[in-house]
């Protein structure tokens, strides 16, 4: 009975999730890293090539856009 409701769960998770917009998908991620406080790998690209790269070590995201797009952080 357990392993149903598991199974369910698993599958009304990824229905909800995949409705959602890539920037919404990309806030849930974000909201997961700073909860989860992982090291967290940052690149620099200028001109769209890879200038430097390096690790910050328990990093928080402090930056991203809104819902309707505008930068914010």
Known sequence: MMKRI???LIIASTLMISACTEE????IGRTAS???GADLKVS?????KVVKTWTVEDGKITSGKDDQG???G
């Open 70 to 72: 505008n930068s914010i």
């Open 44 to 48: 620099y690209i200028d001109g769209g």
């Open 6 to 8: 598991y199974i369910t």
């Open 34 to 36: 700073n909860f989860l």
């Open 24 to 27: 919404a998908r990309n806030k």
